[in-house]
């Protein structure tokens, strides 16, 4: 699994975006979460990656303070109560982990997660051991992580061990006390 495929599966996470609509106030872009019914200055996400809903579809572009965005080679206004949505960033801890883990224990964690209704970007806390023994030869320990879904909530244990083998543990406890253990063994 390359990078793009990674980058692939963290585009269709459930709960990936902050979606909304835009207003123009006081020569000022805000933009209202339709989730939370927040309000924002559209300034906080110049020249990040925004999505606008043109033409019954998602374009991708990056926002300029100007209220411009610049899709591709080409750019396009804002207009009032234009439909736009934010990409959320991970928790820093959770992105790290993600990447130090292989293809494999990636792969099955986030469809495992997903299956349980979760989404990586409902991670609330993450402690990744494994950042702190890059210098080691033997690497093994436990990561924590917590995600809640507004509905329920999933503690995640992630019990490995890289050394002459390569081994993934991943615990699964949903407040409900459902329990699911997944593992992943390379030689």
């Known amino acids: 699994m390359n990078r793009q495929q990674r980058r692939k599966l963290y585009d269709n996470q459930q ?12 020569d000022q ?15 906080d ?3 990040q990656e925004i999505e606008i809903f043109r033409m019954n579809r998602w374009k991708k572009g990056v926002f300029l303070e100007t209220g411009e965005i610049r899709i591709g ?3 396009t206004m804002l207009r009032d109560h234009d439909l736009v949505r934010v990409k959320k960033h991970l928790i820093y801890s959770l992105e790290r982990l993600l990447d130090g883990v292989n293809d494999d224990a990636f ?3 986030v469809t495992t997660l997903n299956s349980l209704n979760f989404s990586i970007y409902d991670c609330i806390y993450c402690y990744n051991h494994l950042s702190f023994l890059s210098d080691e030869h033997r690497k093994d ?5 917590v995600f809640d879904n507004q509905e329920v909530i999933c503690n995640v244990q992630h019990h490995f061990c890289y050394y002459e083998k390569v081994n993934d543990r991943f615990e699964f406890t949903l407040n409900t006390g459902k329990r699911l253990v997944i593992e992943k063994m390379i030689s």
């Open 141 to 145: 320990g436990v990561n924590f992580m």
């Open 29 to 43: 872009w805000i933009f209202f979460d339709e989730e939370t019914e927040e309000a924002t200055m559209l300034d």
């Open 73 to 75: 080679k080409e750019s």
């Open 45 to 47: 996400f110049f020249q």
């Open 107 to 109: 792969f099955q964690f």
């Open 15 to 26: 709960r990936a975006y902050n979606e909304g609509t835009v207003e123009q106030i006081n």
